[in-house]
Nanobody, 120 residues
Framework: QARLVESGGGLVQPGGSLRLSCAASGSGFRINAMGWYRQAPGKQRELVATITSGGSTTYADSVKGRFTISRDNAKNTVFLQMNSLKPEDTAVYFC??????????????WGQGTQVTVSS
């Protein structure tokens, strides 16, 4: 069982920065890849960034150069540093983890989401 909890969201002005965190807690699992997704009102959930256990990263074109994903494997925590924020970045941000429970059982866990609002 793995529980993911996001934190760090809030209200910022355009051009501002936020740092999101997501920590996985529980026992009987191992975290492989992790990622950040976002969902704006009336829109589909979209991938923002991913990071493997080895540190390889990918980014959506819309955030490339502005956002940075990182992780602390010892603490089962993933971060998303968001700079030069735009109103278009306003959404609920969710973290996701690929959870390995044994050599043959793998699943996906989601956090509850944290609101990011970019507005003047």
């Amino acid at each position: 069982q793995a529980r993911l909890v996001e934190s760090g969201g809030g209200l910022v002005q355009p051009g501002g920065s936020l740092r999101l965190s997501c920590a996985a807690s529980g026992s009987g699992f191992r975290i492989n890849a992790m990622g950040w997704y976002r969902q704006a009102p009336g829109k589909q959930r979209e991938l923002v960034a991913t990071i493997t256990s080895g540190g390889s990263t990918t980014y959506a074109d819309s955030v490339k150069g502005r956002f940075t994903i990182s992780r602390d494997n010892a603490k089962n925590t993933v971060f998303l540093q968001m700079n030069s924020l735009k109103p278009e970045d306003t959404a609920v941000y969710f973290c996701n983890a690929e959870v390995q429970r044994n050599a043959f059982t793998r699943g996906s866990s989601w956090g509850q989401g944290t609101q990011v609002t970019v507005s003047s």
